[in-house]
């Protein structure tokens, strides 16, 4: 009887480890997955697990990591190549993952009950677009397919309760009209309550993937081919959604959406993210990076004239917009002590050659004019002027020169024409000229 007695005293004392562990298919095309625990911030390492012949893998969490949202990490690139999981503490976590399949939940409730919450929410989506579809008002029909959305997520959010799944649930929730709604109606209303139940404050939100995925289906995915208007206009709908007590994340979302239309080299509507709320944000929470960025890129956008500079050098006393008798220009940022503007200026030298109608103007980062003085004796059909101060040089900072070497071409009137990114693309570009 003592001995049983005892047995019972310590099992509470015991714990069972959790772990996140999955199983990745085909196995032959990764190797390891890397656990991150994710913050409104970014994401801290915990732990590695490498995959066994049979895709598999299995990281034991220690007893004081704490709940939250955590990524799992499987390629290169990671922020391309990644999910997030709910851990709430207490549960282990695991799936199945395949690329074209995505990622199965096997175990942890909170991963399962939001898994089973959005498939029943797609289902029904799909329901509502087949009755639209059909043309034909059936006010009973309509009533139904309501009535079923509107049981399915109070459901859902009954089975979330004091679950951390609740945020998510309860910030997708969908419109739900009280009597019959025309399509259009049903539409107009569908995106002016798209935002209005999420809280951009949560933790767990932030931290996860949700509010950027949300916030880029606003803009992009409410309305077919967007015009730039309407990109506009879904812009101020998303930073007007986003309180002020919040800037941060404010910030973080709109330079979400700058840098897309950036590398889709829309300027025009990255440009109206900065005049209209980014550059105020920036200067608001102190982002200096942020400010000098999104005003440089202005300043060098596509189609604007270019930031103008003294010239001194070459016997001049002039500057970059006073000069004449070119139908192009060519403008290159370099320093003496970069081996790539080094291995690439004789080239660019060689291809302008037999470009009589156009004229290089090179700009040198340098700390001191030695080299720079010795090196621009190579290059005597070149405008020359020397930036001192490298890449704390005033005009660098205005052009937003992050690397040696960069290319503008501008035309007779200074116009910015084109950034090409690198030789290859420079080099296709001064050949139809």
């Known amino acids: 009887m003592k001995n049983t007695l005892f047995l019972f005293l310590i099992l509470p004392m015991l714990t069972i480890a959790q772990s996140v562990k999955g199983t990745f298919s085909p196995a032959e095309d990764y190797s390891y997955a890397f656990l991150y625990k994710a913050t409104p911030e970014g994401a801290n390492y915990i732990d590695r697990g490498q ?4 895709g598999q893998f299995e990281i034991k969490l220690s007893d004081s990591l704490e709940a939250g949202i955590y990524k799992i990490v499987y390629a290169v690139p990671p922020e391309e190549n990644n999910f997030d999981v709910i851990y709430d503490g207490k549960e282990t976590v695991a799936f199945d993952f395949n690329q074209e399949s995505g990622v199965n939940f096997t175990e942890s409730e909170e ?6 919450y959005l498939k029943s929410m797609e289902m029904i989506n799909h329901t509502i677009s087949n009755y639209y579809n059909k043309g034909i008002k059936d006010e009973k029909g309509f009533n139904a397919i309501f009535k079923t959305l509107n049981d399915t997520q109070l459901a859902y959010e009954d089975l979330a309760k004091d679950k951390l799944v609740s945020s998510f649930i309860i910030a997708n929730r969908p419109y739900m009209p009280k009597e019959y709604e025309d399509i ?50 879904h812009i101020d709908d998303v930073a007007a959604a986003i309180p002020n007590n919040d800037l941060i994340i404010k910030t973080s979302l709109l330079e979400m959406l700058w840098h897309q239309f950036v590398s889709g080299e829309n300027h025009e509507v990255a440009n109206y993210i900065t005049d209209n709320h980014l550059l105020e944000l920036a200067k608001s929470t102190n982002n200096k990076v942020l400010e000098e960025m999104v005003t440089s890129f202005k300043n060098t956008s596509i189609g604007t004239v270019a930031p103008n500079f003294d010239i001194t050098s070459n016997g001049q006393n002039t500057s970059l917009q006073q000069l004449k008798g070119s139908e192009y220009y060519l403008l290159v940022f370099w320093s003496s002590a970069c081996g790539h503007c080094l291995d690439e200026l004789p080239k660019v030298k060689e291809m302008v050659s037999n470009k009589s109608n156009l004229k290089v103007v090179a ?15 190579n290059y005597p059909d070149f405008t020359h002027q020397i930036g001192l101060g490298k890449w704390e040089n005033p005009t660098v900072k205005t052009y937003g020169v992050s690397a040696t070497p960069m290319y503008f071409l501008l035309s007779a009137d200074k ?4 950034k090409p990114f690198d030789f290859q693309d420079l080099k296709v570009l001064i050949e139809g000229l």
């Open 51 to 54: 995959l066994d012949k049979n």
């Open 184 to 233: 259009s109606t049903y539409s107009n209303n569908l995106k002016q309550h798209y935002l209005s139940h999420v809280n951009f404050s949560d933790y767990l939100l932030q931290s996860s993937t949700f509010l950027v995925d949300r916030v880029n289906a606003y803009v992009f995915n409410m309305v077919e081919n967007p015009t730039n208007a309407i990109l506009k206009s």
């Open 363 to 377: 700009f040198g980062l340098e700390n001191e004019d030695n080299n720079w003085d010795k090196e621009i004796k």
């Open 111 to 116: 991963n399962k009950l939001f898994a089973s």
């Open 415 to 418: 116009l910015i024409m084109a």
